[in-house]
């Protein structure tokens, strides 16, 4: 079975999942995480399956940058005014849990680093 057939975020931006869309184009999509760390947690995906940033990056540099516009369109209507974060784990040893690249946008109280 290939990796887009099994992928939870291919199903969710086929409709086969449901998902509460922030932000909808056609070459990505934008819901709420279901196990938000933040006030704001929205998670933004390209519609078209990769696996991790490296392989976004290599592949199609351009939807890497309309992914951050993405990003920075559902901080302004999340209403992020004082600032948000936008975080993308590449592989396994990063804490990546699904393998479809997607960058989480937290913001809504103040955010403290090294995250906790």
Same mark, same amino acid.
């Given at each position: 079975?290939?990796?887009?057939?099994?992928?939870?975020?291919? /199903? !969710?931006?086929?409709?086969? !999942?449901?998902?509460? !869309? $922030? @932000?909808? #184009?056609?070459?990505? @999509?934008? +819901?709420?995480?279901?196990?938000?760390?933040?006030? #704001?947690?929205?998670? $933004? !995906?390209?519609? #078209?399956? +990769?696996?991790?940033?490296?392989?976004?990056?290599? /592949? *199609?540099? *351009?939807?890497? =940058? %309309?992914?951050?516009? @993405?990003?920075?369109?559902?901080?302004?209507? %999340? =209403?992020?005014?004082?600032?948000?974060?936008?975080?993308?784990? *590449? =592989?396994?040893?990063? &804490?990546?849990?699904?393998?479809?690249?997607?960058?989480?946008?937290? &913001? =809504?109280?103040?955010?403290?680093?090294?995250? &906790?």
């Amino acid at each position: 079975m290939s990796a887009e057939i099994d992928c939870l975020f291919c /199903k !969710i931006s086929a409709g086969q !999942i449901p998902a509460e !869309i $922030v @932000i909808e #184009t056609v070459s990505a @999509i934008a +819901f709420r995480d279901i196990d938000p760390k933040a006030p #704001t947690h929205v998670l $933004v !995906i390209p519609r #078209t399956h +990769f696996a991790d940033v490296t392989e976004l990056a290599q /592949k *199609n540099p *351009n939807l890497a =940058g %309309e992914l951050m516009s @993405i990003a920075a369109e559902v901080a302004k209507l %999340e =209403g992020l005014s004082t600032g948000y974060r936008v975080v993308t784990n *590449n =592989g396994e040893d990063a &804490g990546q849990s699904v393998s479809h690249v997607h960058f989480h946008v937290l &913001g =809504g109280r103040s955010l403290s680093w090294p995250p &906790g």
